[in-house]
Nanobody, 124 residues
Framework: EVQLVESGGGLVQAGGSLRLSCAAS????????IGWFRQAPGKEREGVSC????????YYADSVKGRFTISSDNAKNTVYLQMNSLKPEDTAVYYC????????WGTGYGMAHWGKGTPVTVSS
């Protein structure tokens, strides 16, 4: 059974940084995509970033480009989301998810496995 466990969320002031981690286990396929998503209270889920295991291609939502960086440590089966220059509007619960492809990653519909999320609060 695939399991995804997020960590690294917390409270930070605007302009600060956080690094989220997503530890994956229980999977046997070689090629996959892991994405980060977020959902703020009263808002729809938003795709934040995604990385492909096959070629390390990365993708970002326009709202985080230049501020967030996704990376992976395949030896540790862990994907990271480095978040810099955080803004109050980045406040949300952040989830990581795993799927077989990056196609349409932003919708989240291709992601078959989801973590339980880690909360991020950015104070102004």
């Amino acid at each position: 059974e695939v399991q995804l466990v997020e960590s690294g969320g917390g409270l930070v002031q605007a302009g600060g940084s956080l690094r989220l981690s997503c530890a994956a286990s229980g999977f046997t396929f070689d090629d996959y995509a892991i994405g980060w998503f977020r959902q703020a209270p009263g808002k729809e889920r938003e795709g934040v970033s995604c990385i492909s295991s096959s070629d390390d291609s990365t993708y970002y939502a326009d709202s985080v480009k230049g501020r967030f960086t996704i990376s992976s440590d395949n030896a540790k089966n862990t994907v990271y989301l480095q978040m810099n220059s955080l803004k109050p509007e980045d406040t949300a619960v952040y989830y990581c998810a795993m799927g077989m492809s990056t196609t349409g990653w932003g919708t989240g519909y291709g992601m078959a496995h989801w973590g339980k999320g880690t909360p991020v609060t950015v104070s102004s």
